[in-house]
Each structure stands twice: as C-alpha cells, then as structure tokens.
C-alpha cells in the first residue's frame, strides 16, 4: 500500500501513512478558554457528575475529557495536563491530548487557559441558608448535660459529620438550650444516625418523632427529630439502687454498679436503674490504720476522722481509695480522680 499524500510504501489508514495522517487529521480542535466551578467555601469542584472534593489535576483531566471533544476519524484520546497559576483565578495549562486509531497513536500539544470561576457548591448554599431536615437533641436523662458532656457530645458529632463531608451532610447550626444541646441537620437519616452512635459511644436511650412539614414531588416530606437521652448517671456516681449502696463503673453501653459493701458488680440497661438515687459521697487515698482489735480503719486526709472501712482489705496495704459517705467508708474500684463531670 502507498501512502496517498507522500507515497511512502507499508501500512496506511485511510489511505495515509502513519506520519500523513495526523497531520491531515488533528485529535481534537483546541479550546481557547475553559471554566472550571469551585465551591469558595469548601474546595469542591464542580463536574460533569456534579460537586465533589478532588484533586484540582484530577478535576482538570475530567474537565477536558469533558469539553474537549475527539475529532474524527480518531476513536478516543486520553489527555495529560500540566497548570501553572498565573494568579488565584487563571490557570496556564498545557495539554497533551493522545489520540488512537486502530493501531495508530498521535500525540497533539496545545496550551488553554482554565478560568477557576468562585461558587457555592449545593451543600454549602443549604448551610448557609440554615437549611436542615432534621433536628438531633441530645439530654440528660432526668437531669442537665455537664459542661464537660456538652463538649464532648459537641466534638462528636463536629468529627462524625465532618468525615461524612462531600455526600450533602452538615450541621447547619448548633443551638444550646437549657439541659442541652440541638443539631439542625441536613437529613434525617444523619439526625438517626447520629443519634445511634452517640447513644453507643456514651450510653443512654433514643427516640425519634416525625413531622410532617410540607411534600415534594407530590409526596409528603417529613422532619424527624431524634432525641438522645444520656444516662441518669456518670462514671463515679455513688447511687442507692434496690436499697444497696453502689458505685457507678461504667455507663456505656450498659450502667455498671459495683456493690460497695459487697464488691460484686452487675450490669443494667440505663432504663432500669432510673430509681436509683444519687448518694453524697467523696471519693480519695486514705491512710489506713489496723486497730488492736483487727478492725481497718479509713482516716479521712483533711479533717483525720476516722471510720471503719467495707470490705476490710484481705492484705496488708497502708492505704487505699475509698468512698466516704455520712455514715459509712467502702473501699472503691475506681481511681481517687474518678470524674464525675
């Protein structure tokens, strides 16, 4: 076969030899100019698919598979890019398009500049709009959040939502109310899935209520409002439960109560030990002192009263942490700085 153009002898496409045929039939018609949409508040780049966090050489690839169309007769093209920013807003970009027929490649150069147009992605108008689908409350089980409770929970859900970023999830605001805290947020699947991992992360119980708020698409649209309830008690707490003074060990995922006098521990659910009642109590090392009558005594460090202390150690330790109630000292298993924040 002859090459129709400049007559070389050996394979040819479309009549022309594998040098002829680029030149006669360029890969793809260069663009003077290209936009590319980021979101001003996040980064996230608009394509084709919609908004999503890539990589800007990413975004760029995709943006000229995109606008930049294949000429025929050649069958498809992959593109390289290299973008230097001329300033925050313009990008120099110089592109390699590879274009392939049947067994034949060509490589085409050519330069474009990529405007970076600033915008407000569709997940950041929402939060900026404060709109929000769903209501997350978070409590105190018979009682207010402790400060320490409020940042915690706060730091939680900031964490969880910020990992789920990208697929139309955010809080649009936080509100601090009396005994609590409320998250207005983006979908009700989010508020529930929220409301499960904080209820399995600090103990307590969930609920959920649907209203009904408007339709869309002829169908009716429900806000759903999920309320955590943490326990009723913290780590530390001395309660009276079932006529026994105990310690509070554990709150998650079940409430563990250390018998004081006995030592035993048992679990409940949250829900069945909301009769107990909190008990004043101090909770520190103590001296202990054995008397000539083998009784152990605790010796309270500031004001040196002393108490006979349950169980009696079975060794013969010098000190020890212990509960001190109004009438009575237990021996703890819990550390002195156990919180009850």
């Given at each position: 076969m002859f090459c129709v153009e400049c007559g070389t002898e050996g394979p040819t496409y479309q009549g022309l030899c594998a040098r002829c045929f680029p030149k006669r039939h360029p890969v793809v018609?260069?663009?003077?100019?290209?936009?590319?949409?980021?979101?001003?508040t996040c980064g996230s780049i608009r394509g084709r698919a919609g908004w999503s966090k890539v990589d800007r050489d990413l975004a760029l690839t995709a943006l000229l598979r995109e606008a930049v169309a294949v000429l025929p007769p050649w069958e498809r093209a992959s593109f390289t890019q290299v973008a230097r920013e001329e300033d925050p807003n313009n990008l120099a970009v110089t592109v390699k398009a590879l274009g392939?027929?049947?067994?034949?490649?060509?490589?085409?150069?050519?330069?474009?500049?990529?405007?970076?147009?600033?915008?407000?992605?569709?997940?950041?108008?929402?939060?900026?709009?404060?709109?929000?689908?769903g209501v997350l409350q978070v409590r105190g089980d018979g009682r207010e959040l402790t400060p320490a409770e409020v940042r915690a929970v706060r730091t939680f859900v900031t964490?969880?939502?910020?990992?789920?970023?990208?697929?139309?999830?955010?809080?649009?605001?936080?509100?601090?109310?009396?005994?609590?805290?409320?998250f207005y947020v983006s979908a009700n699947a989010l508020g529930q899935a929220l409301?499960?991992?904080?209820?399995?992360?600090?103990?307590?119980?969930?609920?959920?209520?649907?209203k009904l708020y408007g339709q869309k698409q002829g169908r009716e649209v429900y806000r759903v409002t999920s309320l955590v309830r943490l326990g009723p008690f913290h780590v530390g707490d001395v309660v009276r439960h079932k006529g026994a003074l105990?310690?509070?060990?554990?709150?998650r995922p079940f409430v563990v109560l250390r018998d004081l006098a006995t030592g035993e521990s048992r679990r409940f659910k949250p829900k069945d030990v909301r009769s107990a009642k909190r008990v004043d109590a101090e909770r520190f090392e103590a001296k202990l002192e054995r008397l000539d009558s083998g009784h152990v005594v605790a010796v309270h460090p500031e004001s040196g009263a002393s108490r006979p202390v349950e169980p009696p150690p079975v060794d013969g330790t010098s000190r020890a942490v212990v509960v001190w109630t109004r009438e009575d000292a237990f021996l703890s298993g819990l550390p002195a700085e156990a919180s009850k924040d």
């Open positions: 018609e260069p663009p003077k100019l290209l936009d590319l949409e980021r979101c001003s392939r027929f049947e067994d034949l490649q060509s490589v085409q150069d050519f330069r474009v500049r990529v405007r970076i147009k600033p915008s407000l992605c569709d997940t950041c108008q929402k939060q900026r709009s404060r709109y929000y689908e964490a969880r939502v910020e990992r789920a970023r990208g697929t139309d999830t955010f809080v649009s605001r936080i509100e601090a109310v009396h005994g609590g805290l409320d409301a499960r991992d904080l209820s399995e992360s600090y103990g307590g119980t969930v609920s959920s209520s649907p105990a310690e509070v060990t554990s709150v």
